[in-house]
């Protein structure tokens, strides 16, 4: 049998008409009305005399449509026609639906806490629309309360520590006085009695090491030869006392005619017989002085004042073979002991 469509007018014409007939047959039902229109919010897919009975009741627009679609369906045979939908999965009241359904129908206490849709609706969406077990209330509390613990533990991990105050900043201390107090300490590691001590053996040790190699390498008096030749005898001429070889040798040359009315020409040390100082030739007063006690020597050398014991010693004096006069001062001739006659004291200026 074909079926008539209605229009949305004859539905609601044909509601009001049911309506007031209800009305006027059945009291109204005020415990079921109130849960009906919720019962087919979540679960939609009921029969057609629930439909019918629930279309009988006042409600809302929407509620009329879902009942009039709902009878539609029936007197057409396909029930799937008047299937509403199924509910998107991830919502809250699909939440709900699956935890009501998976407590058996009985009226679930609701989930009020927004973190526990968050964690996993669309698990339970799925569970409720596929048939696989559902989580109860409580283990979707664990979860969430694990979830909460994990949160918790992290941010234990990581502890935010309190930012501490500035430290106050130490003044520097001035390079001058920083120097003075070095210097100062320099100078108490330089006078310490261990530094003393041992600088002072250092020292001692040096001086030891110095002496001996000063005895290892003793002074040699390297002396002039002893011969020398002075010139000719016309160099120095008669009446003259040659001072020329007093600082180098230490001799005077003396030519003179008042020794024994001889003309001889000899040499005398300059060395006072008295202490041994160095005596002057006096020119203008034509005698030897010592500086040192005042004795006093002819021109021939023999002493006549001061406490010189005796006269003046000669020196060897001879002509070499190249006619030049030759000095040994190896060689000594003392008046006293009459050794001034020795011809090796004097040369005969005569004969030279
Ligand atoms: Fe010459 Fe005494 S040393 S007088």
């Not at 679609?69 to 029930?79: I, L, V, Y």
């Not at 979707?140 to 909460?148: P, T």
């Not at 180098?248 to 006072?272: E, F, M, P």
Request: hydrophobic share 45%; net charge positive; aromatic share 6%.
């Amino acid at each position: 049998m074909a079926e008539q469509k209605l229009s949305t007018a004859e539905i609601l014409a044909k509601l009001r008409a049911s309506k007031s007939n209800a009305g006027a047959a059945a009291p109204v039902a005020p415990a079921e009305s109130v849960a009906a229109p919720t019962a087919e919010a979540v679960a939609p897919v009921e029969s057609a005399s629930a439909a019918e009975s629930a279309a009988a009741k006042p409600g809302s627009p929407a509620d009329v449509l879902a009942a009039v679609r709902a009878q539609a369906a029936a007197k057409s045979g396909t029930a799937s026609a008047a299937k509403p939908a199924a509910p998107k999965p991830g919502a809250t009241s699909d939440i709900l639906a699956a935890i009501r359904a998976g407590k058996g129908g009985a009226a679930a206490p609701p989930v009020t806490s927004v973190s526990a849709e968050k964690v996993a609706p669309s698990k339970s969406a799925v569970a409720a629309s596929s048939g696989v077990p559902k989580p109860s209330v409580e283990e979707m509390l664990k979860a969430v309360r694990g979830i909460a613990a994990d949160v918790g533990a992290v941010a234990q991990v990581v502890p935010v520590k309190p930012a501490l105050p500035p430290m106050p900043v130490k003044p520097a201390a001035s390079k001058d006085k920083k120097g003075a107090v070095e210097r100062r300490s320099f100078i108490a590691a330089c006078f310490s009695p261990l530094v003393i001590a041992f600088g002072s053996m250092a020292a001692t040790g040096l001086l030891w090491v110095l002496d001996l190699a000063r005895f290892m390498f003793p002074n040699v008096l390297v002396e002039p030869p002893t011969k020398f030749k002075i010139g000719s005898s016309s160099d120095y001429p008669l009446g003259t006392v040659s001072t020329k070889w007093l600082a180098a040798r230490g001799i005077w040359i003396v030519h003179t005619d008042q020794y024994q009315g001889k003309n001889l020409i000899y040499a005398l040390a300059s060395v006072c017989t008295h202490l041994g100082c160095t005596p002057n030739w006096l020119e203008g007063e034509q005698k030897y002085k010592c500086p040192c006690h005042g004795s006093g020597f002819y021109v021939t050398g023999i002493n006549f004042e001061g406490p010189a014991p005796r006269p003046l010693e000669r020196v060897g004096i001879r002509v070499a073979p190249d006619g030049m006069l030759e000095v040994d001062k190896s060689v000594k001739f003392q008046e006293e002991m009459g050794q001034w006659q020795d011809p090796n004291s004097f040369v005969d200026a005569t004969l030279a």
